[in-house]
């Protein structure tokens, strides 16, 4: 699986910004797709998943009701809509993809990575 994330930018704190991944390669509705983040100085960390047919959807209690993941199986993408930015939202966020969703959800692990998109959000 190729995974292509895209999306990133500058926004000020309270804007929005939302994260693409296009996935392709094997089937991609088989598998389990998550987002995690590296901020400077810190090591890479879970944010948000998402099951392969979008039942099970989980989430780091930081970016609970300001972050939205979601995909589309028949565009082969996964989102992750940013809402309420705040200055700490800053990382490399990383797109992933793995066929055990709790793998991927709790012990931070996936079989294929995208390059990582850049957030700055400015205060």
């Known amino acids: 699986v190729q995974l292509q994330a895209s999306g990133g930018g500058l926004v000020q704190a309270g804007g929005s910004l939302r994260l693409s991944c296009a996935a392709s390669?094997?089937?991609?509705?088989?598998?389990?797709m998550g987002w995690f983040r590296q901020a400077p100085g810190k090591e890479r960390a879970f944010e948000a998943s998402i099951s392969s047919a979008g039942r099970n959807i989980y989430y780091e209690d930081s970016v609970k009701g300001r972050f939205t993941i979601s995909r589309d199986n028949a565009k082969n993408t996964v989102y992750l809509q940013m809402n309420s930015l705040k200055p700490e939202d800053t990382a490399v966020y990383y797109c992933?993809?793995?066929?055990?969703?709790?793998?991927?959800?709790?012990?931070?692990?996936?079989?294929?990575w995208g390059q990582g998109t850049l957030v700055t959000v400015s205060s």
């Open positions: 390669g094997r089937t991609v509705s088989n598998y389990a």
């Open positions: 992933a993809a793995d066929r055990d969703f709790n793998s991927l959800s709790y012990r931070n692990r996936a079989s294929y």
